[in-house]
């Protein structure tokens, strides 16, 4: 039965309206069931305007735009970036916990040296940090690239300083960021992961993260480069560098952090 108010905000629906004007929900509804459910999922996901893969298409050819777009007040074209952002970062927990495999050399080396150690003091010492890097092993093979991820407000604050005299606040360098950095991490779940899985004991796996992190700070560099519309050889390696300098401030200060946990516990373990 088609009714005559909208069920969702209550607005008078006219004689053969389709749709609510007020909030855009359909006029006609009825109980759900499971192929509404799917319907509705592949629909938010696939629609030709701002579906999922449209989007992924767009931040493959010309991610600065996308992101200049979006902010500029285009939002219907786009699947929304939280939304893309949140998903890239399941799939991304799914593929790392799936073919992860923990490389535990370093424990053993720490423990074989441990063992010959005649000092008590110093042999509890190298097992506690034997067992540190250990569980700092495990985390940073399947979490490391959430907490990039996690770390996109840092990414754009930075960013933003570099930019600050540009005519884009730092929510809009975050919405930016969080379509870059998906799209580089999508990449990574999809393509480099499972490489990873395979070699992670050899050698082979650091010529493959290599070849990530340079397309990583390449794609970032070239993106911001075209949102921010600056025109030039000077301003497409200001970009570059940019992108590159907030990786290796992060990827330093992380690796800082990690040792000095493994060394020392931070006191507490």
Request: aromatic share 18%; proline share 2%.
């Amino acid at each position: 039965m088609h009714p005559t108010n909208c069920l969702n905000c209550g607005s008078n629906l006219g004689s053969g309206y389709k749709f609510c004007a007020g909030c855009g929900q359909k006029a006609a509804t009825h109980r759900l069931n499971f192929h509404e459910i799917v319907h509705d999922a592949l629909h938010y996901i696939t629609h030709a305007d701002k579906g999922i893969f449209y989007l992924i298409g767009q931040l493959a050819r010309r991610p600065g735009t996308v992101a200049r777009e979006y902010i500029d007040g285009r939002r219907t074209k786009y699947f929304k970036p939280i939304n893309f952002f949140l998903i890239v970062g399941t799939i991304l927990v799914f593929m790392t916990t799936t073919f992860h495999i923990v490389d535990f050399a370093r424990v053993k080396n720490i423990e074989t040296a441990a063992a010959r150690v005649t000092d008590p003091a110093k042999k509890q010492y190298m097992y506690a940090v034997a067992k540190r890097a250990g569980h700092v092993s495990q985390f940073m093979g399947k979490y490391s690239n959430v907490a990039n991820m996690l770390a996109t407000p840092f990414f754009a604050f930075i960013l933003y300083l570099f930019y600050r005299k540009q005519r884009y606040t730092f929510i809009e360098h975050l919405v930016a960021s969080m379509y870059f950095i998906s799209f580089s991490m999508l990449c990574y779940s999809l393509l480099i992961v499972p490489w990873l899985g395979k070699l992670a004991t050899s050698r082979s796996s650091w010529v493959v993260l290599l070849i990530y992190f340079t397309f990583e700070m390449v794609y970032r560099g070239l993106a911001y480069y075209h949102f921010i519309g600056k025109k030039g050889f000077w301003h497409a390696l200001k970009a570059i560098g940019v992108s590159m300098l907030t990786i290796l401030i992060w990827v330093l200060s992380s690796l800082v952090l990690v040792e000095r946990y493994i060394m020392t516990g931070f006191g507490f373990w």
